[in-house]
């Protein structure tokens, strides 16, 4: 069941309510004899039933999600039923020009409440098995980026960790802590991490490619530290850092800058990664590197990667947040924004 105790929740039940209202009030009397006190009645006793029923159902979510779906649905259902039932008793002794009490009045109420009850609560069961639905096909797409990553990226890893061994031998443990710690990251299950350990991540990242690539990659780093308590899905900026690297920095033969801001707009974290846009000469000579390459499928999976993060950023704060592509002369940026938020709900 939904959180009908939420305020946009409330509001929609009204609505719905007076809609409802002005619907059986057509139904009695039709347009032509359409009769303001009587709607005003029939809406009364509506919200009363729908808001009280609501409240009951609300207050009783914790104990829905202990039992199957069938008792819940059941319990809901008898909860609106009963609501109706007490409330159009009440309604044959407080309801002007009802002299005498009328059980078929009630039995109307009832039966009618037994229907809107079932399509409604029908409704909420089937929404909620498509949002399982698409929170399993989001998990296996962000599993899928996974996999896709992990085998390129490994490869360079150790091939970087094998040429340092005999170099300088520090350097090479450093980067196998760093390598470890990005893994152990990366094979945790989705969820929200604070924003200062999503870019420690990146940052242990961003080192291993710095002695693979050596002075060809130069990164800013541009951190508000309003942002660092900021909560954000777990390797949401991993990827893009990613794909920066392997898109616009590793193709160009003297390399480019890589720019991660992180600032505050309002109440909005507002995250900019920055590389080199090929064009023109250097774009043929990506070409011809990425056919060379002995990774090449490094370069393949960008718009996957784009796509996931976009139907994650879907997924955790909906229409509150963005994801934008920049395209420049000379840079290419992806822009994210979402709310700012510091504890996980």
């Known amino acids: 069941m939904p959180n009908l105790c939420d305020t946009q929740a409330v509001f929609v039940l009204i609505l719905v309510s007076e809609l409802l209202s002005i619907v059986l009030v057509i139904a009695n009397k039709g347009v032509e004899y359409f009769d303001w006190l009587h709607f005003g009645m029939v809406s009364f006793l509506v919200q009363w039933i729908v808001l009280c ?196 920095i590793q193709p160009l033969e003297n390399g480019g800058k890589l720019i991660i801001g992180v600032s505050m707009a309002k109440t909005d974290v507002v995250i900019k990664v920055t590389n080199p846009r090929i064009a023109g000469e250097e774009f043929s000579h990506a070409q011809r590197h990425r056919k060379a390459h002995i990774n090449t499928h490094a370069f393949e999976g960008n718009g996957m990667a784009m796509h996931n993060i976009r139907h994650r950023l879907d997924a955790q704060y909906g229409q509150a947040a963005s994801m934008r592509i920049v395209k420049g002369v000379n840079d290419f940026t992806i822009v994210l924004r979402f709310p700012m938020t510091t504890t996980a709900t």
């Open 53 to 248: 029923s609501a409240a009951v159902i609300c207050s009783l979510r914790p104990w829905f999600h202990k039992h199957t779906p069938a008792i819940a649905g059941v319990s809901s259902f008898a909860i609106v039923i009963l609501t109706t039932f007490v409330f159009s008793l009440v309604s044959q002794t407080i309801m002007p020009n009802q002299a005498i009490f009328s059980r078929w009045e009630v039995m109307n109420n009832l039966i009618i409440a037994s229907v809107l009850a079932g399509i409604f609560l029908r409704y909420f069961y089937v929404r909620q098995c498509l949002h399982i639905q698409e929170q399993a096909a989001l998990q296996a797409r962000f599993q899928a980026l996974q996999s896709r990553i992990h085998p390129h990226f490994l490869f360079n890893s150790m091939n970087s960790i094998a040429s340092l061994i005999s170099i300088d031998a520090k350097k090479a443990e450093d980067l196998v802590v760093d390598l470890a710690e990005l893994f152990r990251a990366s094979l945790k299950e989705p969820r929200l991490v604070a924003l200062v350990d999503e870019i420690r991540i990146c940052q242990r990242f961003v080192d291993i490619e710095q002695v693979r690539l050596g002075d060809r990659l130069q990164v800013l780093w541009d951190i508000d530290q309003q942002t660092q308590r900021a909560i954000i899905p777990s390797l949401m900026l991993q990827p893009i850092i990613e794909n920066a690297i392997y898109h616009g």
